[in-house]
C-alpha cells in the first residue's frame, strides 16, 4: 500500500546530541512537510519542500533543518536538541499545495530529550 | 496569529449519539480541512471543503461552512467507540494557500 512511513517511532536523545528523524513516501508526492506537535497541542508547520525548493516558516528555528535528497526521503535534522523540543515530528506529504490537494500523514515520531 | 479556534476542547457521548464539534477562523479562506487524530498517531485526512460551498458529507460525517461567519462544524452521526479521537480543523488562507494552519483540536470520547 503506498503510504508514508517515518522511523524511528520513538527516539530517545540526549541534550544537545544531534538527532535525524527520517521520513519516506510510497506515493510520489511533490510535497513534503515536517510538522511539530506539543503535547495537546496543534500541530505546527516547520517547513517543506515543493520538489528541491525547500520553503522555511518564519519562526522555526535555526536549530531544525532538513534534507530531501530524492522525491521519497525527507529528513530532519535537529542539531542541538534542547528539552523544549521533546515532541512528536509529523511527517506529510501531498500531490500539490494544500490549496488544491489534502495531506498524508505518517505515523509520527516521538521525540524524547534527556 | 491566524490559528483558528474550536469548540469545544473536550467532548464526551455515549455511543450512538451525535457529536458536533465547531471551528472558527479568522480571515477569508481557500479552503477548510477536518483531521482525526487517534491518541500517539498520524492525523487522517477526513473531509475538505472549499470556500464556495456550504456543507459536504462523507459517510456518517457532515461538514458545513458559514463563510460570512467565518465558522464550520463537523458533525459525527450515531457515534462508536472507535471514533473516539482527536479532531482538528485546519484553513488554508487566501493570503498564504501553500500552508494549512491547525486549530487547537477536539478531544471526543465516545463512552461504549
Known amino acids: 500500500d503506498a503510504m508514508v512511513i517515518q522511523n524511528p517511532r520513538y527516539q530517545v536523545t540526549q541534550f544537545g546530541k544531534p538527532v535525524t528523524l527520517s521520513c519516506s513516501q510510497t506515493?510520489?508526492?511533490?510535497?513534503m512537510y515536517w510538522y511539530q506537535q506539543k503535547s495537546s497541542q496543534a500541530p505546527k508547520l516547520l517547513f517543506h519542500?515543493?520538489?528541491?525548493?525547500?520553503?522555511n516558516e518564519a519562526d522555526t528555528p535555526d536549530n531544525f533543518q532538513s534534507r530531501r535528497p530524492n522525491t521519497s526521503f525527507c529528513f530532519l535534522d535537529i542539531r542541538s536538541p534542547g528539552l523544549g523540543d521533546a515532541a512528536m515530528y509529523l511527517c506529510?506529504?501531498?500531490?500539490?499545495?494544500?490549496?488544491?490537494?489534502?495531506?498524508?500523514f505518517g505515523p509520527g515520531t516521538r521525540l524524547t530529550v534527556l | 496569529s491566524q490559528q483558528g479556534e474550536e469548540d469545544p476542547q473536550a467532548l464526551s457521548i455515549q455511543e450512538g449519539e451525535n457529536a458536533t464539534m465547531n471551528c472558527s477562523y479568522k480571515?477569508?479562506?481557500?479552503?477548510l480541512q477536518w483531521y482525526r487524530q487517534n491518541s500517539g498517531r498520524g492525523l487522517v485526512h477526513l473531509i475538505l471543503?472549499?470556500?464556495?460551498?456550504r456543507e459536504k458529507h462523507s459517510g456518517r460525517l457532515r461538514v458545513t461552512l458559514d463563510t460570512s461567519k467565518k465558522s464550520s462544524s463537523l458533525l459525527i452521526t450515531a457515534s462508536r467507540a472507535a471514533d473516539t479521537a482527536s479532531y482538528f480543523c485546519?484553513?488554508?488562507?487566501?493570503?498564504?494557500?501553500?500552508?494549512?494552519?491547525f486549530g487547537q483540536g477536539t478531544t471526543l470520547q465516545v463512552k461504549p
Open positions: 506529510a506529504t501531498s500531490r500539490g499545495l494544500p490549496s488544491t490537494d489534502t495531506q498524508y
Open positions: 506515493l510520489n508526492h511533490n510535497v
Open positions: 519542500y515543493y520538489d528541491k525548493d525547500f520553503n
Open positions: 480571515t477569508s479562506i481557500n479552503n
Open positions: 471543503i472549499r470556500s464556495n460551498e
Open positions: 485546519a484553513t488554508v488562507y487566501s493570503s498564504n494557500t501553500g500552508k494549512l494552519i
